[in-house]
């Protein structure tokens, strides 16, 4: 059985309320329950956790990565400045998938700062602007991976 984590960072505890024009009226907890359901329906297993700490999300990879088969993760804003979540996910090699609810080229127009991603490099791909449906291709990515 394969072990799916589903982690997410700063702020997307907020989601349904948080700015509801960028990040739709989808709640975190329905998220993961549509995600949890897709991964038990094909026998397998997701573990989701969100946090506004950075120590707190390293932590949990360090500790859950090495035993998952795929990681489904939104750093949040921890994307855009956290040399220390790029270097955790080297180091652990568990496949990442960096997903994002809204599309970051588009938004950086206005606000420069989200074109820059480093996190990305260390990921396997990245999904942007296509909602929580983006969790979900991430997971049909990830099941359909062999190991
Ligand atoms: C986000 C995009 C980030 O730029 C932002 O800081 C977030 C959410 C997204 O899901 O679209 O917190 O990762």
Redo the contacts with the bound molecule.
Sequence with gaps: MKKLLVVS????NLLGSREPDV?GRTTLPEIEAMVKERVAAAGHEALCFQSNSEGAILDFLQREAPAASGIVL????L??YSYALYDCLRALQTPVVE????N?YA?AETEHF?SRNVTAPAAVGVI?GLGPRGYLLAVEYLLGRNG
């Excluded at 997903?99 to 809204?102: C, R, T």
């Design positions: 960072g700063p702020n997307l990040y939104n750093p949040g804003a994307t855009h997903v994002h609810l809204s970051l938004r989200r942007t």
